[in-house]
């Protein structure tokens, strides 16, 4: 059975530190948050997929304390095991360049992660999120982080414009946000994507600092779409503090999908202003339904595929809960890791073996899929004589699979499988 939770541990910073648990590392993020760049181009290189963001804070002048961070699914990396538990080291680095492309600052991390049985060490939906800082000058600057798997060699790169503020020009200032995913009242996950997809609750993490020297003051919150219409209004209040940290929850259920903005106004002045967006549940459009139920196909049979797809649209979602619950390993709690896993493993198919055929229908997309990630890959780029094909290893299971590409058009296709 596929499983998997998402998990957020504290890094290590050059030395070992004492790992915290999910909720205490959550509230300790909650004292940072989430730049939203519109115009930054982000490029993805190499194998390793995550994801990354920066966030200014005000912490005295001449510099701004900028944080940086970053998560990535568990099955990204190859873990080894040690002992009763299996462990996977990486390096991440992190390096500025100017307007002018020269280099201002930068640094390298070591960190792991640690997983308590085989299994998660294939999940694709726990997530290890962890984050680096930096005190650096106001400006603009092209950011380089790059996460290096120690035992694999395989590393993934991200470039990416990112903006530190300057603060202290005004008597009430706000720091960039963070957006949080709502998985239950008591576990809150950073989202850096700040991307919400049949989501029921989100909330808003920030820091304000004043000098007002008024005793207390309202703040102003507000939902406003892409056609200017508001949602959601509230009203914060804040007392004369040099720092305050808040979180604004909000219902998004009823929202329609659509670009939003999240709006800070005081005295009927916009002080922030900050991007995400709101996706359609999959079950109320047939097309992205019917689609999710195809991608099913390596684990349903074929009656319950067909329940599934004949069911009328005000039934779909009772239907399509009701498989899923079946292979839920936490039946108790709100969140279904096996649904999870699947579909991150269908995600993931689909961003790197996709094309003309999206990534979960190709053979190494199926593969994916029901195995996981491979503990090792064994490539065989194009020859005279030959053409390219790869062969993957479960070292677990003893399984590997031989994929060639006929044609060296990118089609690889599943020609050999069974034990070593």
Not at 128 to 141: N, P, Q, T, W
Not at 215 to 231: A, I, M, N, Q, Y
Not at 248 to 266: G, R
């Amino acid at each position: 059975m596929l499983m998997g939770v998402i998990r957020v541990r504290k890094p290590i910073h050059k030395r070992a530190k004492t790992w915290l648990t999910a909720i205490l590392l959550i509230n300790l993020l909650a004292l940072f948050s989430v730049w939203v760049f519109p115009q930054a181009e982000e490029k993805r290189k190499g194998e390793i997929a995550f994801k990354v963001r920066g966030s200014s804070f005000y912490e005295g002048k001449p510099k701004t304390k900028f944080l940086i961070y970053y998560d990535f699914p568990y099955d990204q990396l190859s873990f080894l095991k040690r002992d009763s538990i299996y462990a996977a080291s990486f390096d991440i680095s992190v390096v500025f360049y100017d307007t002018a492309g020269e280099q201002v600052g930068g640094d390298i991390w070591r960190d792991q992660v640690t997983a308590a049985n085989f299994e998660e060490t294939k999940s694709s939906s726990m997530r290890f999120a962890s984050y680096v800082e930096f005190r650096i000058l106001s400006g603009l600057y092209r950011m380089e982080v790059k996460l290096e798997d120690l035992s694999s060699a395989r590393s993934g790169q991200i470039q990416k414009d990112v903006l530190v503020r300057s603060f202290g020009q005004s008597d009430l200032e706000v720091s960039d946000p963070i957006f949080l995913h709502f998985f239950s009242d008591t576990l809150r996950i950073p989202n850096p994507s700040a991307e919400y997809y049949g989501a029921t609750r989100i909330g808003v993490r920030f820091e304000i600092y004043s000098s007002s020297g008024v005793d207390s003051f309202p703040l102003e919150t507000s939902l406003v779409d892409s056609r200017g219409k508001v949602w959601n209004r509230g009203v914060v209040m804040l007392k004369d503090r040099p720092k305050q940290t808040k979180t604004v929850v909000f219902s998004v259920d009823t929202l329609p999908p659509d670009s939003y903005s999240f709006v800070i106004t005081l005295a009927d002045t916009t002080r922030a202003r900050w991007p995400f967006l709101v996706r359609v549940p999959f079950f109320l459009d047939a097309e992205q339904y019917l689609e999710r139920v195809d991608a099913m196909q390596y684990i349903a049979s074929k009656d319950e595929l067909r329940k599934l797809k004949e069911s009328a649209s005000k039934e779909r979602i009772t239907a399509y809960r009701e498989f899923w619950k079946k292979k839920d390993p936490t039946p108790s709690t709100e969140r279904n890791e096996a649904e999870e896993e699947y579909f991150g493993r269908v995600n993931y198919a689909n961003q790197h073996f996709g094309g003309l055929t999206p990534g979960w229908k190709t053979d190494r997309g199926m593969v994916y899929i029901l195995y996981g990630r491979p503990d090792d890959i064994e490539k065989h780029p194009f020859e005279i004589d030959q053409p390219s094909s790869e062969v993957w290893y479960y070292y677990s299971s003893g399984l590997e699979f031989l994929f060639v590409d006929e044609h060296n058009l990118g089609k690889y296709e599943l020609k050999r499988w069974g034990r070593r």
